[in-house]
């Protein structure tokens, strides 16, 4: 695989991995055209198509398309369901997934695809597995934080972002 | 709870990104986003010692910032920072940022790849994963130099924890397919192929790509890996569906890892060991016998993992494509996924069948599919499934269905998406051509097809369909009449009235005899649309009506009418406005005769790839067409339709396609003449010119056997009503030059006068002066017999300035040669005489041709010779006194700038004649230079009109060896080699 963009339907970009170097220019460019394409797409219409010299397989799930762009020789439909594999370790993780989560949590949404596929090929994909090694980690931060500096969280930003997050998922 | 709460939640981080999605205006974001640039620079800079989770804080925070769309230029250190720390999450976020956000700053590298290497020597899998996966995120070369020797090592310790065995693997590769060189091969890649031995399916999912990857480029190091692959995957194949556990998916076994397998299996033949290979097809059975079975899910996942395994199977089967049970049970399969009410299947299935098509086994069985596929084609909806369908069609057309194929995808071609007119153009066009049992039906079609989308047929196309309407007499009268009609059409495509003009112009008379299609009316045809034509097009017209002046002298008097008009004698358009001046003179000065000679019909074009296929191949990349124009399937075929092989009663010579059409625009590049009797179509010829490749072109032999071309009246040169036709050069009228030729150049290298040939037919006399850069020479043609010599047209080209077609268009770039006419007949023993007036515009180093043709008692005669202009004749000879002499020979010492030859004499060796041939050459000799007085010592000056050349030489006998050594140096290379061959052959 040489790259992996998530977006919105509304076009913007919520994650991007790239498998191979290339400019900043040039990812830029590159995402522009793909989301573009596919969002110009019709729902009925097929999940593979031609772009430049790849193959881009691409699903969308409620409001974000997971896009992934393969190379010639490599197996449409087995992409199809890494994507899915993906979006179920996120809704694992997350407990039913949506946009938000992915916002506000990033990073996490980078850590699982690293567990998931590494170099652009597929590294581990038994779901308990990759949230093992996840959890894990969460596990060893939270260890980590009894030994360590306890920090104080002040109960005014504490539930500051409880409303934002709570006003967010209901809209 | 939603994992918001787990692990850990920086506050900090979630009120600013809730602030940018609070943003209502892109302004707004930017000032948010500066505002909190400028927060954390001034954190960053601050004197206060800042907590690893405020710097983790931050530099997520520019992360974001970055993944929006911004630019990050600070960070990177703190970043670094955060690599050391001891907290997982902390060490994260910097691991993450640096993979993102990592840069080639050369400090920063340094201090990146020390942390890593720490964290690899931790022996904490968690930290030693993080470091992996850096590594494999930035994949550059430092880490490559950094890594690449260690982490092969850890992949196969005994003790590294299976997650890490994974990453390493993973990372491995990433560092290989970045740069090979530095993953050295050694003890471990035994090793690692005994991975897909391994008890940790997670193990060998990752470590089948990394040996996938390895066997490509080292297939013979790896085939150990063969019968392990295949053990593997008959024993996933055969796995009850949940045997396998959490690696069961949907129920379906193991589906990444079989499909990894089957395309390591792809890198090698058919196993060779027969147990393995008896496994092998079993395992591949089992698959196509699962499609058949009943889903265990309704679910797509499921459906989709089985059909994944399902086409790799496929695929391993046409790469070996040996098995015909096997390929026509995947053609099959595929033929129910046809009909498949998933759109991604169809595609998928239309797509897998173009590369069953191309295989002999199964193509009969693949073509059986047509009906649907041409319902495909009309009837998906998605312009991704319809370009499938195409190149399905195309893939699957041989002389069977090719009338049924052609015509659907004309009719397809009406309706068809912008995107790919020009391909399904392209392609309809090839099979056209290629499967045409009767020419009539490929005129229809090509015609048909400027009718439907001429703004998409490329000239490739049109100027194909000339080539074989020229070459094939059997279908000229089919195609004038069919043109004829098409140009009725009130409005036509401007490539129909190309098409039109030029099949008239050559053609015309053939339906000339049809009242309705009399002279006059073929005209006034043209004519009418002449005035909307682009310039290209009305000069190719104005061709069309002189050749009609030939054909019909009846006509001549209109047509006269229309070249003397203003528009067309004060074109603004110097091409229009000349061809109007000369096709004008050439028709009032020109007899009958002449006319008949210079217009005659074109003769056949040389055989030569279709640059129809070579565009398609363009196209679509290379081995693209391979599938396509494959000829082993219908290898009969070639004899048919390399249809346009030449005819026997004329050895046609290649002439390039611009000036069968007389346009100037980029014509492609002219082809050299197949070899003798190869009616291939479809085979690769060079592209280069005849000139370019003596060896090619037709041996003198052949050139006196063959009939004499017509010049090509297209050319506007060649009808200046001062030079003779010949005049104009064009690199079709010249063969090879005869074997003597240097031989009998050479004998004027150092002389002017002489008798440059001779035969029992012909002598060629020779009378030459230079000086400076110019000389004129007058060629004396005395004919021996005492019969006339008819069409007699000697022609002169300089071959170095026609070895490439814009040498071609920018002729005489080195040197520039005006001939006078000569009259068309010698009489029995008379001879005439030829001036040249030649200006040497730079330094040359391949002497023009002479090229003579004529007609002794009905006989075609021709012979091409080395004309004597070398380059020595435009020396100045210099004198100087011994000490410049010296000193410019130290100037010129450069290494390049000497050439020394030693050789044998061929000729006694005598001062005086030395001498004199120096003289003769074209230097100065210098006495009293050097030492010994027995040697010559010559300086001179090359004058060309760019640049003056200085030339200093030294020739020593050496009497009792009966040798010479030659030493020249000037200023330029080329220069200095050539002038010591030329002089070195004198002695």
Not at chain 2, 213 to 224: A, H, Q, V
Not at chain 2, 705 to 722: F, G, K, N, T, V
Request: overall charge neutral; hydrophobic content about 40%; proline content about 5%.
């Amino acid at each position: 695989m040489q790259f992996m963009l998530l977006f919105s339907r509304q076009g913007k970009l919520r994650l991007q991995k790239w498998y191979v170097p290339l400019s900043d220019k040039e990812k830029k460019k590159i995402t522009r055209e793909l989301v573009q394409t596919v969002l110009a797409r019709k729902p009925k219409m097929c999940s593979f198509l031609e772009w430049r010299d790849l193959k881009i397989v691409y699903k969308r799930y409620a409001s974000l398309y997971f896009c992934c762009a393969i190379e010639d020789q490599d197996n449409e439909l087995i992409t199809l369901e890494i994507i899915h594999r993906y979006v179920e370790l996120l809704d694992k993780y997350f407990g039913s997934v949506c946009e938000l989560d992915i916002i506000f949590n990033f990073e996490k949404a980078y850590f699982i695809l690293d567990e998931f596929l590494l170099g652009g090929e597929v590294q581990e994909t038994s779901k308990k597995n990759v949230l093992k090694a996840i959890e894990q980690a969460d596990l060893l931060q939270e260890f980590q934080e009894v030994l360590g500096v306890p920090r104080n969280p002040s109960p005014d930003s504490l539930s500051h972002v409880m409303n934002i997050l709570m006003s967010q998922c209901t809209k | 709870m939603p994992a918001v709460s787990k692990g850990d939640g920086m506050r900090g981080l979630a009120v600013f990104i809730s602030d940018i999605r609070n943003c209502k205006s892109k302004e707004a974001e930017i000032k948010r986003i500066n505002k909190e640039l400028a927060n954390i620079r001034s954190k960053f800079k601050g004197d206060k010692a800042l907590d690893g989770y405020s710097k983790k804080k931050y530099v997520c925070k520019l992360l974001f910032i970055f993944l929006l769309g911004h630019d990050i230029d600070f960070g990177h250190m703190e970043a670094v920072n955060l690599l050391s720390s001891n907290k997982y999450t902390e060490k994260q976020i910097g691991y993450l940022f640096i993979s993102v956000l990592v840069n080639s700053n050369s400090e920063l590298i340094r201090l990146i790849n020390n942390a890593i290497k720490n964290d690899l020597a931790s022996r904490n899998p968690t930290f030693m994963c993080l470091a992996l996966h850096c590594i494999a995120n930035v994949g550059s070369r430092e880490m490559g130099e950094a890594f690449a020797a260690d982490i092969p090592r850890i992949l196969v310790a005994g003790d590294s924890m299976d997650s890490v065995k994974q990453s390493a693997a993973l990372c491995l590769l990433r560092l290989y397919k970045a740069s090979p060189d530095l993953v050295p091969m050694g003890e471990w890649t035994a090793r690692v192929v005994h991975l897909l031995n391994d008890q940790h399916m997670g193990v060998v999912t990752a470590a089948v790509s990394l040996i996938t990857c390895l066997c490509k480029k080292n297939p013979d190091d790896f085939k150990t890996c063969i019968s392990l692959a295949v053990s593997r995957l008959s024993r996933i194949v055969s796995s009850a569906s949940t045997d396998l556990q959490d690696y069961t998916y949907y129920f379906v076994p193991a589906p990444w890892l079989s499909v990894k397998l089957l395309r390591l299996l792809q890198c090698y033949p058919p196993p060779e060991d027969a147990a393995v290979k008896g496994r092998l097809v079993e395992c591949l059975e089992t698959v196509l016998n699962k499609a058949q079975e009943p889903p265990k899910s309704k679910k797509v996942q499921h459906s989709n993992a089985k059909n994944a395994i399902l086409f790799e199977t496929i695929s391993l089967i046409i790469h070996y494509d040996s098995e015909p049970n096997l390929l026509v049970r995947a053609c099959n399969q595929l033929g129910q996924f046809l009909q498949h009410r998933e759109t991604n299947l169809r595609y998928l299935a239309l797509e897998s069948m173009c590369t069953l098509a191309s295989s002999e086994f199964s193509h009969e069985a693949v073509k059986t599919h047509i009906d649907t596929v041409i319902n495909a084609l009309k009837t998906e909806r998605d312009v991704s499934v319809r370009q499938r369908a195409a190149d399905l069609l195309y893939a699957m057309c041989d002389r069977s269905n090719a009338k049924q194929i052609v015509s659907e995808m004309l009719r397809y071609l009406e309706t068809a998406d912008y995107a790919i007119r020009e391909e399904i153009v392209l392609k309809v066009a090839i099979l056209a051509e290629k499967y045409a049992v009767d020419y009539s039906w490929y005129v229809d079609t090509i015609l048909n097809l400027i009718r439907i989308a001429g703004d998409y047929v490329s000239e490739e196309v049109w100027y194909r369909v000339l080539q074989i309407v020229t070459n094939r007499d059997d279908v000229q009268g089919y195609a004038a009449k069919t043109v004829f009609e098409a140009l009725q059409a009130p409005a036509c495509h401007e490539n129909m009235v190309k098409v039109g003009g030029y099949i008239l112009g050559e053609f015309g008379n053939l339906i000339a005899g049809d009242p309705r299609s009399s002279p006059p009316v073929q005209f006034s045809l043209l004519h009418s649309k002449f005035h909307l034509c682009s310039v290209a097009t009305r000069a190719l017209l104005l061709s069309t009506y002189i050749k009609f002046i030939n054909l019909f002298p009846e006509t001549k008097a209109t047509i006269q009418g229309v070249l003397r008009a203003g528009s067309q004698l004060r074109n603004a358009d110097v091409e229009l406005q000349q061809r109007a001046v000369e096709y004008l003179t050439l028709s009032s000065v020109a007899s009958t005769d002449v006319l008949a000679t210079v217009l005659e019909e074109m003769p056949p074009f040389p055989e030569r790839e279709s640059s129809i296929l070579a565009k398609l191949k363009r196209k679509k990349g290379p081995g693209a067409a391979s599938a396509l124009d494959d000829g082993r399937r219908d290898a009969s075929s070639n004899d048919i339709n390399g249809g346009v092989e030449p005819t026997p009663s004329t050895v046609s010579t290649p002439s390039p396609s611009a000036d069968l059409l007389g346009l100037r625009a980029a014509p492609p590049p002219a082809a050299a003449p197949a070899p003798a009797g190869a009616g291939n179509l479809l085979v690769d010829v060079s592209s280069e010119g005849p000139a370019a490749q003596p060896g090619l072109g037709p041996t003198p032999e052949e050139a006196f056997l063959s009939e004499l071309e017509p010049p090509a009246p297209e050319s506007p040169m060649a009808l200046l009503a001062d030079p003779a036709p010949a005049a104009d050069p064009g690199s079709e009228d010249i063969g090879s030059p005869i074997p003597e030729a240097d031989e009998l150049m050479n004998k004027f290298v150092c002389k002017n006068n002489g008798v440059l040939f001779e035969n029992q037919l012909l002598q060629i006399g020779v009378k030459s002066e230079f000086r400076q850069n110019l000389g004129r020479m007058y060629l004396f043609y005395g004919n021996k017999t005492s019969v006339q010599f008819q069409s007699f047209t000697p022609t002169v080209v300089h071959p170095g300035d026609l070895q490439t077609l814009s040498g071609f268009l920018d002729r005489w770039a080195q040197l520039a040669v005006q001939t006078k006419r000569v009259a068309a007949q010698v009489d029995g023993g008379a001879q005439v005489q030829q001036v040249l007036n030649i200006e040497c515009l730079r330094d040359f180093l391949t002497p023009p041709l002479l090229s003579v043709r004529f007609r002794y008692g009905g006989a075609p005669q021709s012979l091409t010779l080395k004309l004597p202009v070398t380059i020595n004749k435009f020396f100045q000879p210099t004198e100087m006194a011994a000490q410049d002499f010296f000193q410019r020979w130290k100037q010129l010492s450069l290494p390049q700038q000497e050439a020394q030859k030693i050789f044998k004499a061929t000729h006694p060796m005598d001062a005086e004649v030395t001498k004199a041939k120096l003289l003769g050459f074209g230097s100065a000799l210098l006495d009293n230079v050097d030492p010994n007085p027995e040697n010559f010592v010559g300086a001179g000056i090359i004058q060309t009109k760019a640049l003056q050349v200085g030339c200093l030489l030294r020739l020593e006998p050496n009497a009792q060896a009966q040798m010479y050594r030659l030493t020249l140096r000037t200023s330029k290379e080329p220069v200095s080699r050539h002038l010591c061959e030329l002089l070195a052959q004198q002695f």
